[in-house]
């Protein structure tokens, strides 16, 4: 993809998520290389995380001492993030399919990744928004998260073809359910190994 290209197709996710998810769908990309997308997009916003929370650590202590032990290690929070990624990608998949959704694993990964690409973005600009400006960063951050909403909604209405938002807007909703309790159990793994290994 061409300079020029990838910044058309920045845009049309922003202002039209199911046209862009059609762009990306049509690229037909092998799905050992998406997996392999989604675990190289994990390491490398990881370490934008890790790096931003060394560089404005947090005044509270008691806020540091509640974060999940994942979060303070680099290579903890790594593999917390692509499990999260792969669980969001199945969820989001399966429970389209019980909806009638017509769309394939492959299909909504390759969204999965693309918003993992612009969610690095966001990073890179945020990190140095809260040194330059914070307050500012605190608004993108607000102002994105809504955005990131309606972007995922088109996404997955493309990607199992129902030409319905609120469908896909229900997909999302149990989707979330469904993740809290896979993630919490996830955590509670993690936060068990990292004291075991401590």
């Keep these: 993809m061409t300079q020029a290209g990838f910044k058309a197709l920045l845009v049309q996710t922003l202002f039209a998520p199911r046209s862009a998810a059609g762009v990306l769908i049509a690229l037909n990309l092998p799905q050992r290389w998406l997996w392999t997308a989604l675990a190289l997009m994990s390491v490398l916003n990881s370490i934008v995380y890790s790096v931003t929370l060394r560089l404005t650590p947090t005044s509270d202590p008691m806020a540091t001492a509640m974060m999940p032990p ?70 993108v951050i607000f102002i994105t998260s809504l955005w990131g909403i309606y972007i995922l909604i088109g996404f997955v209405d493309a990607a199992h073809r129902f030409d319905n938002m609120f469908k896909a807007a229900g997909v999302i909703v149990l989707a979330m359910v469904a993740m809290a309790v896979g993630l919490s159990i996830l955590l509670s793994m993690i936060g068990v190994a990292a004291m075991g290994g401590a």
């Design 70 to 139: 994942a979060f303070h290690s680099p290579v903890l929070f790594t593999m917390f993030l692509f499990a999260a990624l792969a669980i969001t990608v199945l969820t989001l998949y399966w429970i389209g399919q019980g909806f009638g959704g017509k769309g394939r694993l492959d299909d909504m990964l390759v969204l999965i990744c693309w918003l993992q690409v612009l969610r690095l973005i966001l990073q890179l600009v945020v990190a140095v928004l809260v040194i330059v400006a914070p307050v500012l960063g605190v608004m």
